[in-house]
């Protein structure tokens, strides 16, 4: 058997390697996960796409109690009621069904999270093929915030 050198692995590479392991491992315990690895972004990559000008900018939508991230809009309700819905239905309705959707929560670790699936599930439904999930694990302060990504000022 070979062994394998982790420390030749690319940083980026090996934590994606991690993340779709521990996401398969997550996903093979029966949980109803209606996305796969390839619709999750990742903290680092998302504040990256938002600080460079240059860069085309994704629709951030924000489904939690939480803060809000540079150019994140918020859908009032809770997405897990039907309040919810139709508010995540209007801020879609203002969008192409080509564009990149970003839907995160943040005031929940996601495995928990009662909001990111249902808002998912019905974007995919609406024809927002692009839509994908902000990998917040644990929570939008720990993620996000407390690594110096850009938030929108609090009023």
Do not use: R
């Amino acid at each position: 058997m070979q062994k394998i050198n982790f420390m030749k692995i690319p940083a980026k590479l090996l934590s994606t390697l991690i993340i779709a392991s521990l996401f398969s491992i997550y996903a093979f315990k029966g949980n109803d996960i209606p996305w796969d690895i390839t619709q999750l972004v990742y903290p680092a990559d998302l504040a990256k796409t938002l600080n460079d000008a240059s860069a085309k900018k994704p629709v951030i939508i924000c489904v939690g109690a939480v803060d809000l991230i540079k150019t994140a809009v918020k859908a009032e309700h809770a997405t897990s009621t039907l309040a919810g819905i139709e508010d995540l239905k209007y801020i879609l309705s203002k969008h192409g069904k080509d564009k990149e959707i970003i839907i995160y929560c943040g005031c929940c670790k996601l495995k928990t999270c009662p909001n990111i699936k249902p808002a998912f599930e019905y974007a995919i439904e609406a024809g927002f093929k692009n839509t994908k999930v902000l990998y917040i694990p644990t929570h939008l302060s720990d993620d996000w915030i407390d690594k110096g990504y850009p938030m929108e000022p609090v009023n």
